[in-house]
C-alpha cells in the first residue's frame, strides 16, 4: 500500500481526485500502478519527505484506489472513506508504517434537497465559468460531478482557504454538516473570483481608455500637423499659443499663468466674453519679447558720427550720452543711469533719443505721459475690470519687441496725481534698477525683467516733477537755440529733410539766406525749432504745388516773398520801448517755450496806500513784488511817505505766458526804485535776478533762454546777478557778441548801472 501525503486539498469521501502524475511520482515516490490501493495523509504544513516526521500529519486520513491511468498528464484516485490514524512511523522517506481504523459516519444528508442544492450550485459555476476560456474545458466535466462533495474536491486546490480549514472538512464527521460547509467555501469563492474578475475587467477597460485616448491623441496630433503643412493659418488657436508658450522663453511665473489660462480655455470650448478676455490676454503674454537681448559693445567713434550727423550743436548732450555709452560697454550692461532731458518744446530732445536708439542698434520707442492721472496708466488695470488693459510701459515694450529698446518717457513733468493713485510714484518702481527686475503690471499679473531698457524722460520744466522721482534722475539741459543755430538747423536738416519728405529735389527750390533768417526772426518766436519746422513744411507745400504744376525753373524763395509762401503774418515780439519813463523797467524771463523779455510798469494813483498787482502774474511773483515794495521803503525812507497816501499799481503787461519764477525781483524793485526817484530807465538795459530782504541779488535759471530773448528783442545790455556767470558758458558766442553783459550783486549796484541812483 502506497502512502500519500498530500497538502492543501479538502478530502471528501467517494469522490474523484485528479492528480498530475508527476507529483504522484513525487509525493509516493514511485510511479503510480492500477488498481493500487493508497493512503492519503493530510500534512500539518508543507514539507518533503526527508523532513517529515511521525507528528507531521493530521489525525484523520483517507483511502482511495488509483482508478484510471488512461490521460498520459494526471491520474485519477477514486476516494474511498475516512479513517483514523492511530500511529505513524517514519522508517526512511517513502516507507511509513501505520495503525489505522475505519471512522465512523454519520449520514444525516437528505439527498433530494442535496440534488437541488447541486443543481443551483452548478447553474452558479456554469455562469462564472462562462467568463473564462477554460470554463469551457471544465464544464464538460461538470456533468459528471454528481454531488456537492465531488466538486469541492475538484476545485479543492482553488479554494483560498487554508490547508486547516479544509481540513476541517475532512474531520467532520456529519455528512450534512461537511457539504454545507462545502457548499460555503465554494459560494465564498465563486463570489471573491467574480468580484476580482470584475475588478480585472474593469481595470482593463481603463487601461484600454488610456490606451485608446493616448492613441487618439497621437493621431490628432499626427493630422494637426498634416493640417498645418497645408493650410499653416488652420492651426487650432490654443495649439498656436501652446506653441508660442513653448518657444518664447518666458520666465517661470509667466509661463505657468500662460499655461494656466490654455488650460482654463481648453475645458471651456464655449465662446464668452471671459474667454474672449483670455485670448485676448494669451496673445498679449505671448507676443511680448521675453528672451533677452545678446549685449554687444558699441563702437564709440560710430556712435558719436551717428548723433552728429542726425542733430546740430547739443555738445554737451553729445558727450554726455558718449559717456553713457563708454560705461555701458565697461560694465557690459544694457543700461545706466536715467537721463532727464530738459528744456522747451523743438528742442530735439525726443528726436535725439531716436539717434541714440539708432547708434546703440537698439529698438526706440515713445511713451507719452502727458496728462497720465492714474496710476493704471503706467501699470495697467486689473484682469477682473472689463476692458482691461497693459499700462504704457508694457504696451510700448510690446510694440518695440525687444526686451532692450530705448525708451522715452515723454513730459515726465506733465503727470497728475488723482484719487486713482499717483502714476509717478509707479514710474518710481519702473526706475528703479532695484525693483524693475521684476516690474509686475497688473494686467499681466507676472513679473517682466524692465532692467535692460535704457529709459530717457524728458520734460519742459523741472519745477513740476516729484521731487523723488527728480533725485533718480540726472538733469541735462537744451537751452534752446540761438538764431544762428537755427539758421544751421534749418538748413543743415530741416529744409533738406522736409523736402526730401515732400518729393522736392535741390534744382526743384532754393530758399535764400535773408528769406530762411526771417522765417526764423520774424516768423517764428520759441527756444526750438518745431515752429520752424512746421514753417519750413508750409513752405515747401506751397512750392509744391507749383513744381507739381509743371514749373521747369527753380523757385527761388525770398525774404519778401514770406507772407505769400508761409500764409501768415509774422509774429509780433515784444520789442523794446521806444520811449523811456520812469516806472517802467525791462526785465528778462523764463516760460515754457524758451525765453521772453518783460516790461514791468509801476505807477503811483492817489489812494490809502493799497498795492494793486495785475497781469498774468504767479504766487512768487507776487511775492516778489512786495518784497521790492518793502526794499524800495527801507532804501528811500524819505519816499515812504507816498506809499501810505497813494495806490500803488503794479502791471507785467502783454503775453499770455503765464510770468512765475522769482527772477522778476531786480526788474520789478528797479521799477520802483525808478518810479520814487522819477528817474527813467533805458529801455536798451534788461534784468533779470531774484532779490532778497538785504538787497543781494541771488542767482536765476534760464539764463541763455532769456539772453536770446534779449538778443531777439534788440536789447544791448543785461544786467545778471554774479553768481550766473558761470552759464554764460552755455550761451551762444554770437548771442554774447551782440550783448553788454554787466554781473552784479546788489540792488545798489543794479540801481547805479540804470542811473536810478
Ligand atoms: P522736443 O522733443 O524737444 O520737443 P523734437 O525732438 O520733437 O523736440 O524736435 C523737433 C524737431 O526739431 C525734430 O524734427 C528734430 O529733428 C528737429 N531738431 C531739433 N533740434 C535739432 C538739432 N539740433 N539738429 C537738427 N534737428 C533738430
Known sequence: MTVLPVYNRILVPNTTIYLQREIYRMLAGKDPVENEKIIMLVEKKKQNWDELTDDSFYPIGMTGTISDLSNAEFIIISSGERINIESVRIVSPYNIELNVSRRAETDDLNEEEEKTRLIKMKEHLTAFLSHFQWGAMLQNYMSQWDSIGEIGSMISTWLPNSNEEKYEVLREDSKKLRTDMLEKMIYEYLEIAQLSGEAQNKQEEEYKKV??????????????????????????????????????????????????????????????????????????????????????????????EVLDSDHFGLKKVKSRIIEQIAVMNLQKKQSGSILLFVGAPGTGKTSICQSIAKALDRKYVRVSLGGARDEADIRGHRRTYIGAMAGRIMNSIHKAGATNPVMVLDEVDKLYASYNGDPASALLEVLDPEQNFSFTDHYMNVPYDLSDVLFICTANTTDTIPEPLLNRMEVIRFNGYSELEKYSIATKHLLPKVMEATGITDSDLAVEEEAMKKIITDFTMEGGVRGLKKRIETLCRKAAVQIAGGREETLTVRAEDLREYLDDKPVTHEHILEKKKPGIVTGLAWTQVGGEILFVETMMTKGSGKIIITGQLGDVMKESAQIAVSLVKSMYPDKAECFKDNDLHIHVPAGAVPKDGPSAGVTLTTALASLVQDKAVSPEIAMTGEVSLRGAVTPIGGLPEKLMAAVRSGIRRVLIPKENEEDLRDVPEEVKDKLTIETVETVEEVLGKTGVL
Open 211 to 304: 490606451y485608446r485616448k493616448n492613441a487618439i491623441q497621437k493621431q490628432m496630433q499626427y493630422l494637426q500637423e498634416e493640417m498645418e503643412k497645408i493650410d499653416p493659418e488652420n492651426v487650432s488657436e490654443l495649439q498656436q499659443f501652446e506653441k508660442k508658450v513653448n518657444e518664447a522663453g518666458m520666465n517661470a511665473e509667466a509661463e505657468a499663468e500662460a499655461r494656466k489660462i490654455i488650460a482654463r480655455l481648453k475645458q471651456e470650448p464655449q465662446a464668452s466674453a471671459e474667454t474672449g478676455m483670455l485670448y485676448d490676454y494669451l496673445d498679449f503674454l505671448t507676443s511680448l519679447p521675453w528672451k533677452k537681448e545678446e549685449m554687444t559693445a558699441i563702437d564709440l567713434d560710430e556712435a558719436k
